[in-house]
């Protein structure tokens, strides 16, 4: 499974999403640090779900980021997130 699935299905199961992007920016950052040849280093997600009302932007990424921790830990470099609220 790609690690942009992985990311998919952890922030579906937690968050159900109304929408939900996950896009691959690996292509994007050729040659800087942390992408590798193979990319899934660099990814923009893009996420609306009921979960973030009433929640901060700052507590909204970190929610994201503890979700996708594993991923972030294994081979993820970087994340760029936009969350609202539905």
Do not use: C
Not at 21 to 36: I, K, N, Q, T, Y
Not at 67 to 85: M, N, T
Request: hydrophobic share 45%; net charge negative.
């Amino acid at each position: 499974m790609t690690y942009r699935q992985r990311m998919i299905d952890k922030l579906t199961a937690a968050f159900a999403p109304t929408l939900l992007e996950v896009e691959d920016e690996s292509a994007r950052h050729h040659g800087h640090g942390g992408a590798l040849p193979e990319g899934e280093t660099h990814f923009a997600i893009r996420i609306v779900a009921p979960a973030f009302q009433g929640v901060s932007r700052l507590a909204r990424h970190r929610m994201i980021h503890e979700v996708v921790a594993a991923e972030l830990a294994e081979r993820v470099h970087a994340l760029s997130i936009e969350a609202d609220p539905s």
